[in-house]
């Protein structure tokens, strides 16, 4: 597989996890998930949870896609009302680096 076909690839598996996400079917989540667990990265995690608690981090995982913007209020709702703290979007762009330790 060289690099374009790659590529190609990892976009294709964010746009089916965002049209899965609009759905909020938390087993097509979990199987879309399943299917690209190279590409889901972290997300892999929700294999192992119940479908109660991988719902949760599909909530999470809609409030921090900025293309489904207009679901993040339906979804920090969602969270809130059931005592979860919403995950705050990064913003667009920049990236969180570590602090630099200073040499002695």
Excluded at 50 to 62: G, H, N, Q, R, V
């Amino acid at each position: 597989m060289d690099e374009r076909e790659y590529e190609r690839g990892f976009a294709e598996f964010h746009r089916s996890m965002n049209r899965v996400l609009r759905k909020k079917d938390i087993r097509a989540f979990k199987r879309l998930v399943a299917a690209h667990p190279r590409q889901a990265g972290r997300l892999s995690h929700c294999l192992g949870l119940s479908d109660e608690l991988a719902e949760i981090e599909m909530y999470k995982t809609i409030m921090i896609r900025s293309p489904l913007k207009d679901l993040h209020q339906e979804a920090r709702a969602w969270l809130e009302e059931r005592g979860i703290a919403p995950p705050v979007p990064r913003p667009v762009g920049r990236r969180k680096r570590g602090r630099r330790r200073k040499r002695p």
